[in-house]
């Protein structure tokens, strides 16, 4: 199983982007790939900070940039493309990885009969150590978020029981990292603002939307309460 790390990004938010790889490479395993996606990439400061990545020659590291401002959901539409991993794991620009998230994600997938994985961010310096058990995750099942949400098997209905998802079970889920399935991303497309027709709430209803659907259609969905994206 390989694993591909996802960072779709604007000029704007690129400061982060040396650590994060440097967090990742140096973790207790390291991801297969990690492509950086970014857009509307307009200034010389933008292009030198790139730059200075692309010279480092990490074995692992893509970058494809551009001058157009594209939307987040053609960004990560073009996750599809840019990556080659068995699992696509998406990172938001503006946090940091756990120095476990990529040895915790591939467990998970391996353990479980999943295909979307979600997990939790912290707002402080809390990294998983060699400490951590992996069997004493706290983990919600696909059945069990399958009958919360749609307990009428109502797709449509989802948004009655849910407003933000993992809410209901007290986790504030890091929906821009999720992790999902290749064959999640081949079948259902990340939308555009004005496509979302689930979600009632501010501007996650793209994330919102894929993880209802791929829930409803596969059944195959976890949630674990690990923190495994630090906010600083």
């Not at 994985?117 to 400490?131: A, V």
């Not at 992996?134 to 407003?163: G, Q, V």
């Amino acid at each position: 199983m390989t694993i591909s790390v996802y960072i779709p990004t604007d000029g704007n938010r690129l400061s982060k982007l040396d650590e994060i790889i440097s967090i990742y490479n140096n973790g207790s395993v390291k991801p297969d790939e990690i492509v950086i996606s970014a857009f509307a990439v307009e200034t010389e400061e933008h292009l030198s900070y790139l730059r200075n990545i692309h010279n480092k020659k990490y074995d692992n590291v893509s970058i494809y940039a551009g001058k157009s401002l594209g939307t987040l959901a053609e960004n990560q539409n073009n996750s599809l493309k840019f990556t080659t991993g068995d699992i696509i794991a998406y990172h938001d620009p503006e946090k940091y990885p756990c120095i476990k998230r990529i040895e915790i994600v591939k467990q998970c997938f391996e353990t479980y009969d999943i295909n979307t994985l979600h997990h939790t961010s912290h707002n402080r310096d809390l990294f998983l150590d060699n400490s951590f058990s992996f069997e004493h995750m706290n983990i919600i099942k696909s059945d069990e978020l399958y009958k919360r949400y749609f307990p009428f098997n109502n797709l449509k209905d989802s948004w009655r029981y849910s407003r933000t998802y993992g809410q209901e079970f007290s986790m504030q889920v890091d929906m821009p990292s999720m992790c999902v399935s290749r064959d999640v991303v081949k079948n259902l497309k990340w939308k555009e603002r004005y496509e979302c027709q689930l979600y009632r709430g501010n501007d996650e209803g793209m994330y919102y939307e894929l993880s209802m659907e791929s829930l409803s259609i596969y059944k195959k969905s976890l949630i674990t309460g690990s923190p495994l994206t630090i906010v600083k």
